[in-house]
Structure formats: structure tokens, C-alpha cells
């Protein structure tokens, strides 16, 4: 019986909720059709609010009545085109800014940093041997370097190859480019890598890195190959 009374009680409440929210939007809306899609409105609306408090409600409105009025603008397959390309960009935009200032703080508070044009942010523990440089994107580098996510989760690194591996500077991504071509023969350095100077909004499925991230590395110059072929 007291199960029972658990299970009845909630539908009860529920049903004087509903009975006086008749009663008080029958005040002005006479009509129970009316009063029954002024409660829907007023669902939609709380739930909308909860996605998206900046939403034009004309415009919104619009949308409705167009359906109601069978003079929609465009298709459903353009709208949720539409709707997936604007989420898309809000959701890149945001964490830009958060990548942002990610880049910004640590540079901030550590001094042992500094940041690129293009927004690496670097420190060179050792500068190595300047006059053994790679300059040019068909240089060769043995390096040894570890690549990890920004929660320090491991991506891949050298010791796979063992310890060391060598690659052309233009196998890089952009951001280690830069940084590689400011540390010689011997050095080692260290780097932020925002996500549009590394694998970008399209990631890289082979390594795991997810669009949109951003990556550290940490690498030791071995030797550098110049592409006429003089080794350092």
C-alpha cells in the first residue's frame, strides 16, 4: 500500500500543478486550446533560456510561424547545416580564448617562457650550437622529443624509435618548425603548441590528438643535416 501511495502522490502533484496553471492562464487566455500552448510556450521558452539567454525571440517566433504558416525560408537539411556550422565556430571561438589565455598566464607567470608571432610559447633551456642550425624546410633533424596533451596525457615520443628519430623540418608541424629553427646542435627546448600552429581543427586520428588541441613538447637537437648534405 505505501508504494502505492509513493507513486500516486508525485502524478497528484503533478496534476495540481498543471490544474492551476489552467486556472491562471484562463484568465487571459479563454480558450483552453490557447492556454494549453501558452504552458508549451513556456516550456520551450525556460528550456531555451537554458541553452541560450541572447536568442532574438522575434526571430524565433518567426521560425514558428513560418512552420505554422508553411512558408519556411529554408530546408530542415539547410537549417541543422547551418545550426551545426554556427555551433561549431562558437564552440572553436571559445576555446580560443580560453587557449588564449592559457598561453597568456603561463607567459605571465613564468619568466623562464616566451612567446612567438605566432603564438608558441617557448623556453630554450639550452640554445645549442647557433652556427648548427636547420634553416631550410628540407634540413634534417635527429631529434629526441616527448609530446604530451595540455592535461599531460602521453601522445608519442622518440623512444618508440629508439630514443632518437630523424625528420625533415618540414615534417613538423608549424609551431616546432619555428621553434627548431632557434635551437642548434645540442640544445634542448621546450613548448607550447596553440592548436592552430599544430594539427589544427581537423586533429590527427593516427596520434589521437583530438581538433582543437593544444600540445607540449620537449625535445633535444642531436644533429641537423643541411640539405647539401653537410652534417653537423
Known amino acids: 500500500m505505501k508504494r502505492v501511495v509513493n507513486v500516486l502522490l508525485p502524478a497528484v502533484f503533478v496534476l495540481l ?62 537549417a541543422r547545416d547551418y545550426y551545426l556550422r554556427q555551433m561549431n565556430y562558437a564552440a572553436y571561438e571559445r576555446f580560443r580564448q580560453y587557449e588564449e589565455q592559457f598561453l597568456a598566464d603561463l607567459v605571465k607567470n613564468n619568466r623562464s617562457y616566451a612567446r612567438t608571432r605566432s603564438g608558441v610559447a617557448y623556453r630554450v633551456d639550452n640554445a645549442g650550437n647557433q652556427q648548427k642550425l636547420a634553416s631550410s624546410q628540407r634540413d634534417t633533424l635527429k631529434l629526441s622529443y616527448r609530446l604530451t596533451r595540455s592535461d599531460g596525457s602521453y601522445v608519442k615520443g622518440s623512444a618508440e624509435a629508439a630514443d632518437t628519430v630523424r625528420l625533415a623540418l618540414s615534417e613538423l608541424v608549424p609551431g616546432m618548425q619555428e621553434l627548431l629553427r632557434m635551437v642548434g646542435v645540442g640544445g634542448h627546448a621546450a613548448a607550447w603548441i596553440p592548436s592552430d600552429q599544430a594539427y589544427g581543427v581537423g586533429g590527427n586520428e593516427e596520434l589521437g590528438v583530438d581538433p582543437n588541441t593544444t600540445l607540449f613538447y620537449e625535445v633535444d637537437v642531436i644533429e641537423v643535416e643541411s640539405f647539401n648534405r653537410h652534417i653537423y
Open 17 to 78: 500543478c498543471v490544474v492551476s496553471c489552467k486556472k491562471k492562464v484562463s484568465n487571459y487566455l479563454p480558450a483552453e486550446a490557447d492556454s494549453l500552448a501558452y504552458v508549451i510556450g513556456l516550456n520551450v521558452g525556460h528550456n531555451l533560456m537554458q541553452m541560450d539567454s541572447t536568442l532574438n525571440v522575434e526571430a524565433l517566433c518567426a521560425g514558428i510561424r513560418d512552420v505554422y504558416g508553411n512558408r519556411e525560408v529554408m530546408t530542415m537539411a539547410d
